[in-house]
């Protein structure tokens, strides 16, 4: 994984944080589902998004060894994650998008983001440390 597969962007939908959260739930953003996002987890105030692929490397390793590495699929994949966060600012809900993802996958965030007015401010310092307690942010 390279940086320029890193995302962390932050923007506002109109609507409480319940009522975005579900509608992304039962119809997950264009972005992910034209690429085969699934919902893999999900807490009070977000869901993550998986999807797990094979790396030119590790597709000519299964051809190179007739299918035997078949086997191994597995443990060859590579994995996409994204975690859309959901927090109330006043009437509206700031959904914050953090994770590794395609460059396709990026742009067409970036252009959803666009729709609903941009990024607003800096993204949170680290999603990870607001969601750990002692962490300086929480």
Known sequence: ???TDEINVQFDVPG???FVM???????PAALRS???ELVDE???????EKRYLDWPQKIMIV?????????????????????????????TRVLV?????PRTAAALDALVAEHG???????PSMSSTLLPGSPSS
């Open 98 to 102: 953090h994770g590794n993802t395609h």
């Open 118 to 124: 941009g990024a607003v401010g800096p993204p949170t």
């Open 1 to 3: 994984m390279s940086l």
């Open 22 to 28: 579900a509608e992304c739930r039962a119809k997950p």
């Open 64 to 92: 190179m060894s007739l299918g035997f590495m078949l086997l191994f699929k597995s443990w060859l994949e590579s994995v996409f994650r994204l975690t859309l966060r959901f927090d109330e600012k006043g009437s509206d």
């Open 43 to 49: 807490s009070f105030n977000s869901l993550t998004f």
């Open 35 to 37: 690429e085969d996002y």
């Open 16 to 18: 409480p944080p319940d």
